[in-house]
C-alpha cells in the first residue's frame, strides 16, 4: 500500500478522528482562544486609551505649568522693576534730606563762627583796651583810671578802621 493507495479503514479512521479533533477545537478551544485574543485586545487597546488620555491630560498640565512659569517670572520681573524704581526714589529722598542737612549744618556753623567772631572781637577789643591803657599809662608814667573815656576813644578808632576797611574793599 503505499502514499497513493493507502488502506481504507485507515483512512475512514483517521479522517474521523481528525474531523472529532477538528471539531473538538472548532466548538471549544478555538472560541476560548478568540475570547482570550479579543480580552486582550481590549485591554491592549484600553490601555492604549488610557495612556493617549494620561499623555493630553499630562501636555495639558505641562502647558499650564509653562504658563504658571511665565507668569511668574513676569511677576518677579515686575517686582524687581518696582524694587529698583522704589530704591532710586529712596535714594534721591535721602540724597535730599542729606543735602538738606548738610545745608543746615553749613547755616548753624556760620551762624557759630560769626558768633564765635563778635566774641573774639569783642574780647580782642578789651584786650587791646586793656593793653593800649596799660601802654598809655607807662607812657604817661602814671596810671589811667578813667576807663569809660579810654573806652569812647578807642571805640572810635576801632570805628574809623573799620570804616577805612569797608571803603578799601568796595574801590
Not at 487597546?45 to 488610557?50: A, I, M
Not at 557759630?112 to 566774641?119: F, S, T
Not at 602814671?142 to 574801590?171: C, N, Q, S, Y
Amino acid at each position: 500500500m503505499g502514499p497513493l493507495k493507502p488502506n481504507l479503514i485507515e483512512l475512514i479512521v483517521g479522517l474521523i478522528t481528525f474531523s472529532v479533533v477538528f471539531a473538538a477545537l472548532a466548538k471549544v478551544l478555538l472560541p476560548r482562544i478568540d475570547r482570550t485574543l479579543a480580552e486582550r485586545e481590549e485591554i491592549t487597546s484600553g490601555r492604549l486609551e488610557q495612556a493617549e488620555a494620561i499623555q493630553r491630560e499630562a501636555q495639558h498640565i505641562r502647558t499650564e505649568y509653562q504658563a504658571e512659569l511665565s507668569a511668574a517670572r513676569h511677576e518677579a520681573s515686575r517686582i524687581r522693576q518696582a524694587a529698583h524704581e522704589e530704591g532710586l526714589a529712596l535714594l534721591a529722598a535721602v540724597r535730599t534730606e542729606g543735602q538738606k542737612v548738610r545745608e543746615e549744618m553749613v547755616a548753624a556753623a556760620g551762624v557759630q563762627l560769626e558768633a564765635d567772631r563778635v566774641i573774639a572781637e569783642a574780647e580782642l577789643r578789651e584786650h587791646i583796651l586793656g593793653l593800649a591803657t596799660e601802654l598809655a599809662g607807662r607812657i604817661i608814667g602814671e596810671p589811667l583810671t578813667d576807663l569809660d573815656r579810654a573806652r569812647a576813644v578807642a571805640d572810635e578808632f576801632f570805628a574809623g578802621t573799620e570804616a577805612g576797611t569797608e571803603a578799601d574793599t568796595r574801590g
